[in-house]
């Protein structure tokens, strides 16, 4: 076996999709799946784009947003390593729901459809992960329309940013700071909401002494006050 099947293989078993395989099944998909290197900001896909790829993160993080017909942007999540993308599309050969773009430099798997349908019939543990991956798209996306719908603007940016620090958070002397370095403009489309109301109500916060927010990242003192803001619809 090769030293880059091994590299691959060790990728692969990190990621949910493919960590209950055997040592011989994660080498067949190695032998498919090809290394690609992302740039900060590059798009991998746009929306509409007719798909026949799937992808897994080796490194770095990637967005996958959607534009409104005003050019309003909506981040659905942001995905790190070890996480799948792209598999809607390669399921059924049609257009990508949503585009996907590289928070940071990177380096992705790239599985053919070609190649992974004949491995899925021939694997029913994958098939049902990838049914668990899809199911738990979905709750996301029914969460974040919900809570654009019936939650008010600082409820639902409070419980965007508790999320975030259990994915991203450490601990500091002044409390827990979320490792993503994020524009207010990134956090309004992670809500739904514009740059110009999330500033104001950062700033409110910061008067409060509820977070801290400097040079992109934001540090909260006391996540149970947030968590109560978080709850008040």
Known sequence: MSTPNLDKIQILSK???????????????????????????????????T???????VSGRLK???????????????????????????LDGKERTATATAIAPGELLVIERQDFIPFLEQHPKVAINLLATLA???????????????????????KKLLALTRYYGQETATGTQ????LSQQEIGNLVGTSRESINKQLRIWEE??????????????QPKKLQRIAEFF
């Open 15 to 49: 990621s949910f999709l493919f960590h209950r395989l055997s040592p011989g099944d994660l080498e067949q998909v190695a032998r498919f799946a090809k290394l690609k290197r992302i740039a900060a900001k590059e798009v991998v896909f746009h929306k509409g784009e």
């Open 51 to 57: 798909g026949k790829q799937m992808f897994a993160i």
């Open 64 to 90: 996958i947003s959607t534009l409104s017909e005003e050019g309003k942007e909506m981040v659905f999540g942001i995905l790190e390593a070890g996480e799948i993308f792209g598999e809607i599309s390669l």
């Open 136 to 158: 738990l798209r979905l709750r996301m996306t029914d969460e974040l329309f919900e809570d654009t719908l019936f939650r008010n603007l600082p409820s639902r940016l409070a």
């Open 178 to 181: 979320i490792s993503l370095r």
């Open 208 to 221: 409060e002494g509820l977070i801290t927010f400097k040079n992109g990242y934001i540090t909260i003192p």
